[in-house]
């Protein structure tokens, strides 16, 4: 009867209780395909939302189902797209041993591409909101964020012209993100490319980080309105940029130095 019992467990019990990946839904977007007109077009927001965000996250889905998961588990103690993307970053840069969980080498590079294209672009949207919107503007005189930024960079213009410098630079593809750095308490600058999180950046590999600031230099972010007129989009991005969602992602980043990300629902 005993051994009836165990093998009863092992067929239905035992794989209710296997590990398995996670799986990740499309974030809504937070306002009408229309709600940034004229800064940035219905048509690319639903085609960049709708139709490229969603085949990231569908794509990473398909890429996370193939791993072990309970090796990855074992290694990480958590399986979120963030942990596993920080993993890359440290075993490109020579820092850790490549893990055999992982598989084959394309299911490391549909992870490094689809994991970074669906959380690049989970920031970007929500940090933009509808214009005009005046408490989100512009950063509050008096927020954490403004006093570290005047600090850092002398004043907001200051800043905002070096990260369009920085976006202008990106040949190809790529993302600019302004992030929070715990170990060295300051907001830094950063370009990638393709769909590389900043943790892939040259200095920054899978160091600790929060992203208060994405912005999307693929030309489908902007081509159907701005054609080769990157300049205009940046410009038409900054219109639209929501400072409340910046200056809230930055307090998190401050207080939450742990976690790569910030909260999981940033």
Same mark, same amino acid.
């Given at each position: 009867?005993?051994?009836?019992?165990?093998?009863?467990?092992?067929?239905?019990?035992?794989?209710?209780?296997?590990?398995?990946?996670?799986?990740?839904?499309?974030?809504?977007?937070?306002?009408?395909?229309?709600?940034?007109?004229?800064?940035?077009?219905?048509?690319?927001?639903?085609?960049?939302?709708?139709?490229?965000?969603?085949?990231?996250?569908?794509?990473? *889905? %398909? &890429? !996370?189902?193939?791993?072990? =998961?309970?090796?990855?588990?074992?290694?990480?103690?958590?399986? @979120?797209? $963030?942990?596993?993307?920080?993993?890359?970053?440290?075993?490109?840069?020579?820092?850790?041993?490549?893990?055999?969980?992982?598989?084959?080498?394309?299911?490391?590079?549909?992870?490094?591409?689809?994991?970074?294209?669906?959380?690049?672009?989970?920031?970007?949207?929500?940090?933009?909101?509808?214009?005009?919107?005046?408490?989100?503007?512009?950063?509050?005189?008096?927020?954490?964020?403004?006093?570290?930024?005047?600090?850092?960079?002398?004043?907001?213009?200051?800043?905002?012209?070096?990260?369009? *410098? %920085? &976006? !202008?630079?990106?040949?190809? =593809?790529?993302?600019?993100?302004?992030?929070?750095?715990?170990? @060295?308490? $300051?907001?830094?600058?950063?370009?990638?490319?393709?769909?590389?999180?900043?943790?892939?950046?040259?200095?920054?590999?899978?160091?600790?980080?929060?992203?208060?600031?994405?912005?999307?230099?693929?030309?489908?972010?902007?081509?159907?309105?701005?054609?080769?007129?990157?300049?205009?989009?940046?410009?038409?991005?900054?219109?639209?940029?929501?400072?409340?969602?910046?200056?809230?992602?930055?307090?998190?980043?401050?207080?939450?130095?742990?976690?790569?990300?910030?909260?999981?629902?940033?």
């Amino acid at each position: 009867m005993i051994a009836l019992h165990c093998i009863l467990f092992y067929i239905l019990v035992a794989p209710a209780l296997a590990i398995t990946s996670p799986q990740y839904d499309l974030p809504p977007l937070p306002y009408p395909h229309d709600a940034l007109e004229p800064h940035l077009d219905a048509e690319t927001m639903l085609i960049h939302h709708d139709r490229h965000h969603r085949a990231y996250t569908n794509n990473l *889905n %398909a &890429a !996370l189902a193939k791993i072990d =998961s309970e090796g990855a588990l074992k290694d990480e103690g958590e399986m @979120t797209v $963030e942990a596993l993307l920080n993993r890359l970053a440290l075993e490109e840069a020579g820092d850790v041993e490549r893990a055999r969980w992982w598989g084959h080498e394309s299911i490391r590079r549909d992870i490094r591409n689809n994991g970074g294209g669906y959380v690049n672009h989970k920031i970007y949207f929500a940090n933009l909101a509808p214009n005009p919107i005046s408490e989100h503007r512009q950063p509050s005189p008096g927020s954490s964020f403004s006093v570290a930024i005047n600090t850092q960079y002398d004043t907001v213009a200051n800043l905002t012209q070096l990260f369009t *410098n %920085a &976006a !202008l630079s990106v040949f190809g =593809s790529g993302w600019v993100f302004l992030c929070y750095v715990p170990d @060295t308490n $300051e907001v830094d600058i950063i370009v990638t490319k393709d769909q590389d999180v900043p943790q892939f950046a040259p200095g920054y590999e899978g160091r600790n980080m929060t992203v208060v600031l994405a912005l999307d230099i693929w030309e489908h972010a902007y081509y159907l309105k701005y054609r080769n007129h990157r300049k205009d989009y940046i410009n038409a991005w900054w219109q639209v940029v929501n400072w409340t969602d910046v200056e809230r992602r930055f307090d998190d980043g401050v207080g939450v130095k742990s976690i790569p990300w910030g909260r999981d629902e940033l």
